[in-house]
């Protein structure tokens, strides 16, 4: 089946930018298309994906990044010149994030590999509750 695959898909476009491997990207549909992209070289880079171009950088992470997403929450409650919110929280690294389902993804999930989950206001930016007792991240 993937040889299926490969066969049939063609390269579309090549972002460049990162110096490192990268490990996720997420995709919106805002006023242009937007591709987020989280990368071993400790940067997240957006990406206008008609113009290919690199449109925002964001640098000074301290240690690879392993999970990105566009939120929600600011697209339906007219944040748009919301771009970023530092959580800080998490003695190590985040594993995986996720908005909620409800309430427009105000709330966010974080995953860390200090084996714990924090969930976090996302208006606020302040953790709500911390849930501890994982033996691994």
Do not use: A, P
Request: aromatic share 16%; with cysteine; hydrophobic share 30%.
């Amino acid at each position: 089946m993937l040889d299926t695959f490969r066969l049939s898909s063609k390269l579309l476009k090549t972002f460049i930018g990162h110096t490192d491997c990268v490990h996720n990207i997420d995709y919106l549909l805002f006023d242009n298309q937007l591709i987020c992209s989280g990368s071993y070289d400790k940067t997240v880079r957006v990406w206008n994906v008609e113009t290919n171009q690199q449109i925002q950088l964001y640098n000074g992470h301290s240690d690879y990044v392993y999970c990105v997403k566009f939120s929600q929450y600011y697209y339906h409650n007219n944040h748009h010149n919301q771009q970023l919110n530092i959580f800080n929280g998490h003695k190590y690294g985040i594993c995986s994030i996720e908005f909620s389902s409800f309430n427009n993804g105000r709330y966010l999930c974080s995953g860390s590999r200090d084996n714990t989950v924090q969930l976090w206001d996302v208006e606020t930016s302040k953790s709500l509750h911390v849930f501890n007792g994982h033996t691994n991240y």
